[in-house]
């Protein structure tokens, strides 16, 4: 009986990993304001020459961001309030040299833009993602403490390219505390 609860109480203890510690790469910052939670967040990723040339070879590149509201449990699995995507694709064109950014939030496309600058686009990629309201209208108790969790993506994935990063690709986290 004994090693049965030593069983359950291990299953219930988070593993150790990047989670939030100082390898993290992607940097998370809610803003709890006027009833909603604004998200900013930057995936911390420099452009690696395996990555410029997939961009450059024509494909359509894509990274998504799984962004999760979540309430911390001390008895159970922390309990998700609610789930954004946020999908940033870039498309170099070869012929103009120009390249083709856009943004979707939940399937929905936010905006389009194109530019002729590698850095601009890398930039819409991986690091303008500022004050995004991803939780309207999400009940939220006051006073409770909360936390934001971003994971990364990207895609094409296969053995041809290699991403600076593995598994779950990148992941950052921040606490705030609700108050009304």
Known sequence: MLSCLV????????PAGP?????????????PKDGE???????????????RAAIHSGLTIKFVYKVDLRRSSA???DRTIASAVVAATVRYDTL??????????DGHTEWAET????????????????RLSLFRGTALEANAEYYVRVTANASPRNN??????????AMGFA????VR
Do not use: H
């Open 175 to 178: 606490k705030f505390t609700f």
């Open 115 to 130: 530019t002729a600058k590698e850095e601009v686009a890398w930039n819409w990629l991986t690091q303008d993602f500022a």
């Open 37 to 51: 939670v604004l998200v900013s967040f930057q995936l911390k990723e420099a452009l690696t020459d395996e990555i």
């Open 7 to 14: 069983f359950v109480a291990a299953l219930m203890v988070p």
């Open 19 to 31: 989670i939030g510690g100082p390898g993290q790469t992607v940097q998370v910052v809610p803003l």
């Open 75 to 77: 008895v159970w699995l």
């Open 96 to 105: 103009t040299s120009l390249y083709s950014v856009s943004r979707t939030l």
């Open 160 to 169: 041809a390219f290699v991403w600076p990063w593995r598994g779950d690709d």
